[in-house]
């Protein structure tokens, strides 16, 4: 055999070799990464719940005493300072996205979320309801989400729903816009001013 091929038989057998040391480094540096992402959003979560920690615990539901307006099966995405689609809020559970099922009253709105805290939205609070496409994490197609709005602690909360059947948000809209105390009088006022002219 000829020098030249004996140095290139080596080299064949040299490529195969694996650096099991470096292999190894990559994959545990990787990992310790990965935890310490983890770790950091979960931090995220704490601050945004300590930053959060004055909204007060959610209204107790009623023993529903009306007939539903409307019922709705889905997913409860979100919730977040209204008006500010990014601004997810943590605290009481408001955080946890979830199945959830919905019923409209003339008390309220009923939002029962297995596997996550339970809450309910006295008529008095709701400030009215909007399709929309995005919320905290979750952009769907143009009027793919039914966000309502409503008031608890002094703060105006944003909370984003979708329908197993997305057919139904617009009758939501404008069911929660008729409970709506501001929607109410906004509507007495335009129809009054209407009637002077």
């Known amino acids: 055999m000829t020098p030249h091929l004996t140095t290139l038989a080596a080299a064949q057998k040299s490529a195969e070799v694996t650096d099991w040391a470096a292999r190894i480094g ?36 009623p023993a529903p005493a009306a007939e539903p307006t409307l019922t709705m099966s889905g997913r409860y995405h979100a919730s977040t300072t209204a008006g500010q689609w990014l601004d997810r809020i943590v605290a009481q559970g408001l955080g946890t996205r979830s199945r959830a099922e919905l019923t409209l009253t003339d008390q309220g709105l009923f939002v029962v979320r297995p596997g996550a805290q339970d809450f309910f939205v006295p008529a008095a609070a709701l400030r009215g309801a909007r399709l929309d496409k995005g919320i905290a994490g979750k952009v769907l197609p143009e009027g793919g989400l039914l966000i309502i709005t409503w008031e608890h602690g002094g703060t105006e909360i944003d909370s984003g729903f979708r329908s197993d059947r997305a057919a139904d948000h617009p009758a939501w809209v404008e069911a929660v816009n008729a409970l709506s105390p501001r929607h109410t009088t906004s509507t007495t006022e335009h129809t009054e001013t209407e009637g002077a002219r």
Do not use: D, H, N, S
């Open 26 to 61: 990559w994959v545990v540096g990787l990992l310790l990464f990965i935890v310490f992402v983890y770790w950091l959003m979960r931090q995220g979560w704490k601050w945004r719940r300590t930053l959060q920690g004055g909204l007060p615990e959610l209204p107790v539901a």
